[in-house]
């Protein structure tokens, strides 16, 4: 099963933590 996931950077988390979950993201496929 696919989803789309929209990842803004900004919304309050450190841009650290947004390129963690997009490697987490593209990892799990």
Do not use: N, Q, S
């Not at 696919?2 to 490697?23: F, S």
């Amino acid at each position: 099963m696919k989803h789309k996931v929209t990842l803004i950077p900004g919304d309050g988390i450190g841009p650290e933590v947004t390129e963690a979950t997009r490697r987490v993201l593209e990892a799990t496929g």
